[in-house]
């Protein structure tokens, strides 16, 4: 089923530049609902612990601050001629 235009072959890789776009903004999306659960249970004190209750929503929000830079920086790029691949690990 290709329900994008990614394409994996032996000697190098192709990435769809909607579906990474879509992907982030997915990830933005969701991960503010799972902080909003957090921030929720911290304020109506349905919470276990406060301290558990913090350091997973510092988990969610770190996650979130990734997908937010990454969605902002793939919808400015859309105008963009060159984009470049970084931080991936060296073939060897």
């Known amino acids: 089923m290709n329900v994008t235009k990614n394409d994996l072959c032996s000697d190098g890789a192709k990435l769809d530049f909607e579906a990474m776009r879509k992907t982030a903004l997915y990830a933005v999306g969701a991960l503010l609902n799972q902080a909003e659960r957090h921030i929720v249970a911290l304020h109506e004190l349905h919470c276990i612990s406060y301290g558990l ?40």
């Open 53 to 92: 209750e913090a350091v997973w929503l510092a988990e969610v929000t770190a996650k979130l601050a990734i997908a937010a830079e990454t969605c902002d920086t793939l919808q400015g790029a859309q105008d963009r001629h060159e984009i470049e691949i970084v931080n991936k690990p060296e073939v060897k």
